[in-house]
C-alpha cells in the first residue's frame, strides 16, 4: 500500500503544482482576473494535444495498476509462508531485448523526425522483432519454471512471478497491436507521415514506459 | 413555503424520535461504558450541528423564496472569506472534541491489561466453540489441517501446553464477573465477527491469523454472541452465548469441563457390548435400526454417531423430549436414562456395523416445488446428497425415516423442538424451518429429500470444488 | 490563431449518416450518453426490486416463500454492487459526464468519440454478463457486494462456484469501460475547452465529474487487481488470499494467504468510489441551487478547493472500513484522524450551498426541491459519517444497521435525489420538452419524506444492536417485540418509495410527447450547454463557431444588469462588470 499511496502523493504534487501555475487561487469574478482570462485561447491546456495527454493519462491508471500490484506483493511477503524464487537467468536476456526494442522505437522516432521513410521502415521492424524475442524469451522462462516443478499453486513468489510477467506481457501485445496497424499503415505507403510520426512518438513512449514497468518489476522479484 | 415548513416538521420530527424512540443500546454489560459516553457525546455535537443548519436553511427558504409579482433580486456574494474562515475554524474545533475522546478510549482498547485472562473464540461456519489455556495458562499450537471429526479444535496432539488446554465444544462460554478477558479470536475457514452487543467491543475472526480483543464483564447474565461478519448461507443462525458467573460458579463449570487430554483419552467403543445394550432399543427402532412408523421409531442405521450421542446425551439431560408436546420425544428420555457415557458409546459402535438399507417413501409431495430451498439453503449444511456433516453439526437426511423428517421439521418450526436453551445446534435448525410456509412446503421439501440416493460419504463437502 | 486551428476545424467530424449510425453505433456523446443513463436506469430498476424483496423479509419474516436465506443473501449483493457501480457510478460518468462535459466546456465532442461509444458497448457488456449470473446453476453470487474471501468463493455461500466469478469477470469488463470513458472525460475537461474557459470558469458539475473520474481512473485499478488475484484463487487455486483453511470438515490446499490483504485493496478502491458517486453530486448540486437561487455559488474557489481536498484525501482513509477486520488496531488511530479530517472540507461545501441560499432568489421548482432535500439528507448521511469514522464510536455500531442507514443516507439516497434534480433540470435541454412540474413534485414529496421514514429509524434499529445482513432476527433476548413492528414500518416506506418511482417514469416517457415545449435556456441559467444554437443541441453541438467565454460560470443577479443572469458567452460589458464589482463590496 505504501507504494501506491507514493505513487499518489506524486500524481497529487503533480496536480497540485499544475493547477497552481494555472491559477487555483484566481477570483474568475473580478474584472482583472476576467479580463485576463479573456485572453484564454483554448483547447490544448497541456500543450500536448489529445492524444498524447491521453496517453500519458493511461500511463498514470497503468502505473496505478501494477503499484498496487507491487504493493499487494510487499504485503502478501509479510506472511510467514513466503519464500524467495530464483529467478530463471533467462530474465538478463529478455531484459536485454525489450531494451533494444525500446532503443529501436527511439531511433525509428528520429528518423520520423527526420521524414525518411526508409528508416522508419526499418526501425518498426527491429523494434517489432526485439519486442517479440521478449516475449518469447518470458513463456521460455515460464516452460523453464514450470519444467522444474514450480507451478502456479507451488508459492506465492510463483504465482506472483506469473501474474505479473503475464499482465506485462499482456500490456505490450497491446502495445504490438497498435505496432502492427502502424507498420501496416507504413508498409501499405499512402497514409502522410505526418500522422505515422505520432503513431511512432505514441508506441515510443508507451515502449519506454513498458521497459520501466519491467525493471521495476524485475528489480522486485531479484531483490526478493 | 411547504419545503420550508416540511424541514422544520422533520428536524422537530427527529429530535423527537430520538428522545422518545425505544430503541436505544441496550444496557452495557462491561467496562466500556466510555465507548457508550463517546457515542453520546457524537450525538450532541452533530445533532446541535443538524438542527442548526436545517433550521437556518428553511429560514433562508422562507425569507428569499420567490414570490410572485415582486421585484425581487438576489444579491450578488461570491465569497466572505472572513464567514468561510470563522466556518472553518468552527468546524474543526467540533470535529477534535469528538476525536480526541473517541482516540483516547481506542488507545484503551489497543492496551490489553497484564491481568487479563485469556480465552479463545473459535469460529466457523455457523457456530461457536472455546478453548481455555488450562493450568499452564498458556493455549497450545492448532493448525487448520489438523482439524478431524476427533480433533475439532486442530490442536497439534505433540505439543505439551495443548494436553491441559479446555475445551469447549458447544457455543456456551462462561466467564467470571468483573475479570478482564482478553479474547483471542480464530477462525477455521471464513471470516467472522465476535460481538456481544451488551459489551460493546466487536472484533472479526480472520482465518490464518489471530485477532483479539478486550473487555470485563461488569453484569450476572446470559448474553448473545451474534456473529456480525458475512460467513455464509446460515450467518444469520451462527449463535452463541455468555455466561457472566460469579467467580466460584465459573470454577466450578470450568472444573466439569473436559481437557485436551481427557479427550483424548476416551475410548472407542465396543460394538459387541453395545450389542447387548441395544437390545433394549431393538424393540422400537429394529434389529437392524431401520425405524418402525407405527411406533414413532426413526431409522438409526447410517446416521452419523456423532449426532446419534449427542441426541441420547440431550435427551437424558432433559435438553430434548422436555416440551409437553413432544410426546413420543418424551418416551425416549427414559431409555436414554439406561445408557451412561460408555453405554452410548457401544451402541454407537454397534450401530455402526448395522446395514444400511433404503427406506419406502411415506411422505408424498412436490419434489420439484420442493427442490430449490433444499438446493440452496438446506445443503449448505446437509450436504447436496443429503449425507450430513459432521463440521455444521447437520445430520444425514438421505434415505433416513422420511415421517420423521416431516415431524421434526413441524417440531422445530412450532418451537417443540430447539428452544431449549442446551439445544444450541437445535435452535439453528428452528430459525431455518421457520422458512417453510406450511405443511405443504414442508412436504415438498421431504418429497425432494426422498429422491436423494443413498449417500456415498458422510464427509463429503456439499459442493464439488476443483 | 491557435484557437481556430484546433477547435473551429472539422465541423461535423464524424457526421452519422443513417439511423443506425446515429442512435445506435453513434459517437455522438449525447447519444452515448442516454445509451449510458438508460441502461444505468433500467438496471437500477432491477436492484430497486431487490432491495423490494429484502424489505419484504426484513419486515414480514418468512411470509414469503421465495425469499430463503440464500438468495435473500443474493438480492442484499447484486442490489449493492448494482447500484453503487452499475447504476451510479455509470449514471453520473458514463451519463451525465458524457453529456455535460462537452457541453460545459464548450466542445464539439468527446475528444476520443470512438473510445467514446466502444465504452458504452463494453458497459453494456459488463451489465450482460452480470445479468447472466441470476440464470447459471446456483444464482450470483451471494458474497455481499464487499465480496469478502475465504467466504466469497467457499461452498457456503450462494452462487461459490459460477456466480463470484461472474460478477469478478462483470467488474473487470466494467473497469475497462469506465477507464475508456474516464480517459476520454479527463482528457476533454483538459484539452478541449472552448476559447476563455479556464479552469476557474469552469462549472462546479464539470469540476465535480472531473475529480470524480481522476478519482475513479486511480481506484478502479484496486479492485481490478483483487478481482484478477481472487479469480486465480478461485479457478487455479493460488493462495493470494486463501490461508489455511477447513471447509466444511475438509482441510483444503490453501495455504498462508491474507483475507485482510483483499480488503485493503478492496477498500482502497471502495473508498474513492464513495467520493466517485459523491462529488458529481457535489458539482452538480451546486449548479442546481444557483440557477435557481438566482444567486452564484457562495465561494466558489472554497468549492473548488473542497472538491480537490476530499479527493486526496479519500486516498488515505480507505482503513475506516476495517476498524474491526483485524487490522493492526494501531491503524486506528492515524485513519480516524484523517478520516474526520476530511468532514471539514465537506462541511465547507454544505456552508457554502446553504449560503447560496441566502439572500437568494429562491424558485422552488422541481430540479430546486430535489436539490434542497438533497442538501437535508447529505447532511444528515455526513453527520453519521462522523460516528463511524470515529474508531472508538465505530465500534459498538460497526455491522449494525446504524452503518446500512448511514450509507444509504449519504451515498444512496442523497446522490439519487441530485440524479432526480438532475433530470429534471436537463431533460427540457435533452429532449426539447418540459417535465411535468406536478406530476415532478408528487414524485419529490412521496420520494423524499418516503426514504427519509425508511432510514431515520433505521439508525436506531442499529444502535439497539440489530446486526445487518441477517436474513431474519428470530429471538433474541434484547430485541424488543416493538423493533419488528419498526421493521415492518420501515418496509411499508420503502415500498411506496418504490411504487412511486412509476410516476417518474410515466412523467419522462409522457412528457417526452406531450410536454410543453422548451425553449433554449427555460431556467435563465449562464452555463454554456443552455446557450447551444439549436435544442437539443443537434450533432457537434456549437453550428459553425464554437462559443467564446468571456465571464464565470455564476453571473446572476449582477448589479445593474437587466436580466438577472448573464450567460457566460455573452461579451463583457464594462458598465455591467463594474456593477458586478460594486455589488461585491455592497
Redesign the interface.
Known sequence: ?SI??LF?LV??AI??WW?FA??????????K???A??Q???????A???AR??LW??L??IT??FG??MS?YR??MM????SPLAEPSLLWLNTVMLILSSAAFQWTRGAADHGDAGRVKAGLGAAGLFALAFLAGQLLAWQQLNASGQY??SN?AI?FFY?LTG?HGLHLLGGLSVWGRTTARMWRGGSPLGDIRLSVELCTVYWHYLLLVWLALFGLLLIT | MALAIALILLVVGSVAFHFLSPWWFTPIASNWQSMDDTVNLTFWVTGIVFVAINLFMAYAILRYRHRKGTAQRAKYEPENKKLEWWLIVVTSIGVAAMLAPGLVVWARFVDVPEDAAIVEAVGQQWHWSFRFPGKDGVLGLTAAGLVTLDNPFGMDPGDPKGQDDVLIANPELHLPLGKPVKMLLRSKDVLHNFTVTQFRVKMDLVPGMITYLWFSPTRIGAYEILCEELCGIAHFAMRGSVVVDEQSGFDTWLASQPTYAQTVARVAGDPVAGQAAYATCMACHGPRGEGNEALHAPKLAGQGSWYLARQLRHFKQGVRGAHDDDVYGKQMVAFAGLLDDVGINNVMAYLATLPDGPLPATVAGNSAAGKPLYVSTCAACHGAAGEGLWATNAPRLAQMSDWYLSTQLNNFKQGIRGSHAQDFYGAQMALMARILADDRASNDLVAYINTLGKPESQLSAYNDRP | MAYVAIADRDVHPHDPQTFFTRYIWSQDHKVIAIQYSLTAILVGLVALVLSGMMRLQLGFPNSFSFIDPSNYLQFVTMHGMIMVIYLLTALFLGGFGNYLIPLMVGARDMVFPYLNMLSYWVYLLAVIVLMVGFFVPGGPTGAGWTLYPPQAILPGTAGAGGGIILMLVSLGIFIVAFTMGGLNYVTTVLQARCRGMTFMRMPLSVWGIFMATVLGLLAFPALLVSAIMMTLDSTLGTSFFMPALVSMGEPLDYKGGSPVLFQHLFWFFGHPEVYIVALPAFGIVSDLLSVHARKNIFGYRMMVWAILAIGGLSFVVWAHHMYVSGMDPYFGFFFATTTLIIAVPTAIKVYNWVLTLWHGDIHLRTPMLFAIGFIFTFIHGGLTGLFLGNVTVDLPLSDTYFVVAHFHMVMGVSPILVVFGAIYHWYPKITGRMLNETLGKVHFWLTFLGVYAVYLPMHYLGILGVPRRYFAMGDTNFIPESAQSLNASITVSALIVGVVQVVFIFNLVWSLFKGPKAGPNPWGATTLEWQTPDTPPSHGNWGPHLPVVYRWAYDYSVPGAKQDFIPQNQPGDPALTAGRDHGIKG
Open positions: 500500500m501506491s499511496g499518489l500524481v497529487a496536480i497540485g493547477l494555472r491559477q487555483l487561487t484566481a477570483k474568475p469574478w473580478e474584472q482576473q476576467s479580463e482570462d479573456d484564454y485561447g483554448g483547447g490544448a491546456s497541456l500536448l494535444g489529445p495527454a491521453g493519462l493511461f498514470g491508471v496505478a495498476f498496487l500490484f499487494a504485503m502478501r506472511v510467514p509462508d513466503w502456479l499453486t506465492p504465482a501474474l499482465l
